[in-house]
């Protein structure tokens, strides 16, 4: 099969993908390069190009090259035709909500990364704690809109999140009464997620199967965001100096073990495949479950291939390794 990153997309996270695809590309140097459109058009693109784009997290990418279709979905058409195998550098939205998975099962494409149904239930956030918890991993409880004043009343912090998305977009922390009208018509667009929010300290595992078909968690990071900041958003993920991810955690031993064991019921209870990212805060009661993302990302500054570099895992050997799990599943 001919390997091709392809990355960028047509939700706010494409700028992500293409940090993303700079380490993939960096790591698969024969790979092919196909950039998604914001207007769902796919180009190819060089690597000169894309190594070149300096400031991936804020600045958008121009691909160098031709347009090879005009959707997605045509160009996964492309890709079957080729025999082509695709290595997912996306990150959120229809990449990473089952969609594209989607298309590319029905084509019988191969590609890395967990299933579209997978896909699908991870990131939805409500259906995705619901099953961790019947997989036995603690989750916060949820507040409907409608009682969102009475749960501010009785918590005096919540906290709320965009349903179906990633890279910590859309938070809303609340504390104040002028919070709850900001989520209120953050709610008239989207769905989102109300809980209360649980002081602790930031935690996330990844989660990796192997060729062999066995499936381990890796070493839990402790976040710290940058002084003064709410949380881990978008800018301290991706853009604070300030911000500290700790690889080992400073955890105990227990709580290290508690975080990686959830992490991989909450990966085997979504059903992931290939590898996954879950989301934790630790609290004074032990490690509480956020989410799961089956597209983490890949950068140079992300959180999992810190984990994977602290088990003492290449990052090539790692790709190579999910390429090789991608074209198993695609042969069977």
Not at 211 to 227: F, H, K, Y
Request: aromatic content about 6%; some cysteine.
């Amino acid at each position: 099969m001919r390997n091709t990153i392809l990355f960028g997309g047509t939700n706010k996270e494409r700028l992500v993908s293409v940090a993303s695809a700079q380490a993939l590309h960096t790591a698969l140097p024969e790979a092919d390069l196909w950039f998604w459109e914001a207007d769902d058009a796919v180009h190819e693109a060089s690597g000169k190009a894309l190594l070149a784009h300096a400031r991936p997290f804020e600045d958008p990418f121009k691909p160098d090259r031709s347009r090879i279709s005009r959707s997605i979905e045509l160009a996964i058409d492309r890709a079957h035709a080729d025999g082509r195998l695709l290595v997912l550098g996306l990150h959120g939205g229809r990449a990473e909500n089952g969609e594209l998975q989607a298309i590319c099962e029905l084509r019988g494409v191969a590609f890395t990364g967990s299933g579209s149904a997978s896909s699908n239930l991870a990131f939805d956030k409500v259906a995705a704690k619901r099953f961790a918890a019947i997989a036995g991993v603690n989750s916060p409880a949820g507040i409907a809109l409608s009682d969102v004043e009475a749960a501010f009343a009785e918590h005096g912090r919540l906290i709320a999140k965009p349903a179906r998305d990633g890279s910590s977009y859309g938070l809303i922390f609340v504390n104040s009464k002028q919070d709850i009208v900001a989520v209120r018509n953050a709610a008239r667009t989207e769905e989102y997620v109300i809980e209360p929010l649980i002081a602790g300290t930031e935690a996330t595992c990844g989660v990796l199967e192997r060729v062999d078909g066995s499936v381990i968690a890796l070493p839990p990071i402790e976040i710290i965001p940058a002084e003064g900041g709410l949380g881990f958003d978008y800018r301290a993920k991706y853009l604070a100096k300030a911000t500290q991810e700790i690889c080992p955690g400073r955890f105990s031993p227990e709580t290290s073990s508690a975080i990686m064991d959830m992490s991989l019921r909450a990966h085997k209870a979504l059903s992931c495949t290939g590898y996954s990212r879950t989301d934790f805060i630790v609290s004074d009661k032990g490690p509480v479950y956020l989410e799961t993302n089956t597209l983490p990302g890949l950068t140079k500054a992300s959180l999992y291939p810190k984990e994977l570099k602290a088990q003492g895992i290449d990052f090539a050997d790692f790709l190579n390794d999910q390429i090789g799990i991608a074209e198993r599943r695609a042969r069977g």
